[in-house]
C-alpha cells in the first residue's frame, strides 16, 4: 500500500522567493518518489524523480528534491521563483517494481506574485 | 524525451452518444498505460491500467462497460466512454510507461470532455 500526502493546497511566494513544496508518503516497500508539473488544460510534466541512486535530486528549471526516508519526505524547493512556476504541482510515490503504478498526492497550486 | 499524443483535444458531445479518446506513445513501445480522469482543482483519479495484448484493470468504483478501454498495440490505447451523460464531462488523461524508466510516467496533454 502506498499514498501521498501534500502539505497545503495553496502556497503563494513572491518572485525571487523560496519555493518549498512538501511532500510526505507512505509505502511498504522501497519506493519511486516523482514530482509533476500541470499548467491549465495540459497534462503533467515530469520535473524529477528519485530511484534509490543520489537522495538529492535536480530536476528542470531550477527545481531539486530531498529523498528523506527517516522523515518520509520529499519536499520540492527552488531557490528563486520565477513567474512562470505559477502552476499545479503533484508528487506521485509507485513501488519499486517493473510498471508499479503510482498515487499522485491531491496537488499545490503554486502562486508567484510580483 | 518520451511523448504522448491524446486526440481529440476537447470534444463536445450530445447525452447518450459515446466518444472515443486515442492515445499513442509516439516513439516508444508502452506496455503499460493507464488512463485517468481529473475533476477542476482535484488530483488525478486512476480510472484503469492496460496493459498491451489483455484486458485492462479498472479501479474500484468504475464501470468497466461504460469506460472502454483497448490496447491494441504497444503504441495505441483508446478510451470510449460509452452512452455519455454531463456527469462524464471531465478532463481525461492518459499516461504510458516505457520499460525500465523507473515507472516514470509520460503523459499525452488531455481530453476536454463536455457532455451536452
Known amino acids: 500500500a502506498q499514498s501521498v500526502t501534500q502539505l497545503g493546497s495553496h502556497v503563494s511566494v513572491s518572485e525571487g522567493a523560496l519555493v518549498l513544496l512538501r511532500c510526505n508518503y507512505s509505502?511498504?516497500?522501497?519506493?519511486?518518489l516523482f514530482w509533476y508539473v500541470q499548467y491549465p488544460n495540459q497534462g503533467l510534466q515530469l520535473l524529477l524523480k528519485y530511484t534509490s541512486a543520489a537522495t538529492l535530486v535536480k530536476g528542470i528549471n531550477g527545481f531539486e528534491a530531498e529523498f528523506k526516508k527517516s522523515e518520509t519526505s520529499f519536499h520540492l524547493t527552488k531557490p528563486s521563483a520565477h513567474m512562470s512556476d505559477a502552476a499545479e504541482y503533484f508528487c506521485a510515490v509507485s513501488p519499486n517494481t517493473n510498471a508499479g503504478k503510482s498515487t499522485f498526492g491531491d496537488g499545490t497550486t503554486l502562486t508567484v506574485k510580483p | 524525451g518520451a511523448v504522448v499524443s491524446q486526440h481529440p483535444s476537447r470534444v463536445i458531445c450530445k447525452s447518450g452518444t459515446s466518444v472515443k479518446i486515442e492515445c499513442r506513445s509516439l516513439?516508444?513501445?508502452?506496455?503499460?498505460m493507464f488512463w485517468y480522469r481529473q475533476f477542476p482543482k482535484q488530483s488525478l483519479m486512476l480510472m484503469a491500467t492496460?496493459?498491451?495484448?489483455?484486458?485492462?484493470?479498472?479501479e474500484q468504483g468504475v464501470e468497466k462497460d461504460k469506460f472502454l478501454i483497448n490496447h491494441a498495440s504497444l503504441t495505441l490505447s483508446t478510451l470510449t466512454v460509452t452512452s455519455a451523460h454531463p456527469e462524464d464531462s471531465s478532463f481525461y488523461i492518459c499516461?504510458?510507461?516505457?520499460?525500465?524508466?523507473?515507472?516514470?510516467?509520460?503523459f499525452g496533454p488531455g481530453t476536454r470532455l463536455t457532455v451536452l
Open positions: 509505502s511498504s516497500v522501497p519506493p519511486y
Open positions: 492496460s496493459n498491451e495484448g489483455s484486458k485492462a484493470t479498472y
Open positions: 499516461s504510458a510507461i516505457n520499460r525500465g524508466t523507473y515507472n516514470e510516467q509520460f
Open positions: 516513439d516508444f513501445q508502452a506496455t503499460t
